[in-house]
């Protein structure tokens, strides 16, 4: 801290850090606002009131700032009506291509406002087996790509290890745009989105679906119970047909937990059997 007050160069890059490690890095305005002392201001006098103090000068007039984005009548829509129109863009799409272009176009999720890009797919459109996780995160956003970060990498050493490799697996995600610092997916914006991840899988048509994580299983599956209950279980999931569906631990999971990669390996070795013909007991 200097002197007067202000923060040096050092500070500030350590703040910084500190906000990023935090999951804060995203700005939405200019200048910091401390919403508490803002609160505990007293508030002005209702009109009748006596006025017993001499009246403050009158603000400064504010700086220009950039008009905001025009209202968008879906994100105003109730949540209900957000979904119809997104199970309808949805069930419309005839080729993925049409589904991406769809999503493009959908205004229904606020996550778009905040995000880069979409994240839609990684991998390969005729594959076997479609993986499903939760939402991008900042290298994803940045590239356009599911599991292209820390987590990615090592969903890639595990489907190594079943021999397995993007060339022969199709990867997408509930959300395909990254919450703001990484949250978790509201259940609006997962509601917004759920006919679109439907859709796709269906578009994919694989013969096995693995559910990266818990929002992923309980969203698609329809499971409530936790995802170290319900991992490695194989259950029915509709497409076009029935086909067996199973939650895994999401890597990201495993990277914080490593100890639980024997779970993982477990789960792995299950479904490189029913690839190979096993049939699974669901
Ligand atoms: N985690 C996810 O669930 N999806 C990604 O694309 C990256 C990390």
Wanted: charged residues 25%; proline residues 11%; glycine residues 6%.
């Amino acid at each position: 801290m200097n002197g007067d007050g202000t923060m040096d160069r050092e500070a500030l890059a350590g703040a910084l850090e500190f906000y990023r490690q935090s999951g804060v890095d995203l700005a939405f305005d200019e200048t910091p606002h401390d919403r508490y002392a803002e609160s505990a201001r007293p508030q002005p006098a209702p009109a009748s009131a006596p006025v017993l103090a001499r009246a403050a000068p009158p603000p400064p007039p504010a700086r220009p700032r950039p008009a905001p984005p025009a209202a968008n009548p879906a994100l105003a829509a109730d949540a209900a009506q957000i979904a119809a129109s997104a199970a309808e863009q949805a069930t419309g799409a005839r080729t993925l291509d049409e589904l991406r272009a769809r999503l493009e176009a959908f205004e229904g999720c606020a996550l778009k406002t905040t995000a880069t890009r979409l994240v839609f797919e990684d991998g390969n459109r005729q594959a076997r087996v479609v993986f499903v996780g939760e939402a991008p995160g900042a290298e994803e956003d940045r590239e356009g790509r599911p599991f292209v970060g820390r987590a990615g990498q090592l969903l890639d050493r595990m489907l190594d290890a079943i021999g397995l490799d993007r060339t022969l697996v199709y990867i997408c995600n509930v959300v395909p745009w990254r919450p703001p610092g990484n949250r978790t997916p509201t259940p609006q914006e997962v509601a917004a989105c759920l006919p679109f991840i439907r859709r796709q899988v269906e578009l994919v048509d694989p013969d096995i679906l693995v559910c990266l994580g818990a929002p992923s299983m309980q969203m698609l599956l329809g499971v409530k119970d936790g995802i170290l209950k319900t991992r490695g279980l194989w259950m029915p999931y509709q497409t076009t047909r029935t086909i067996p569906a199973m939650a895994m631990l999401h890597p990201a999971y495993l990277l914080r937990q490593p100890a639980q990669k024997r779970l993982a390996w477990r789960d792995l070795r299950a479904l490189r059997r029913v690839m190979d013909g096993e049939m699974p007991e669901m």
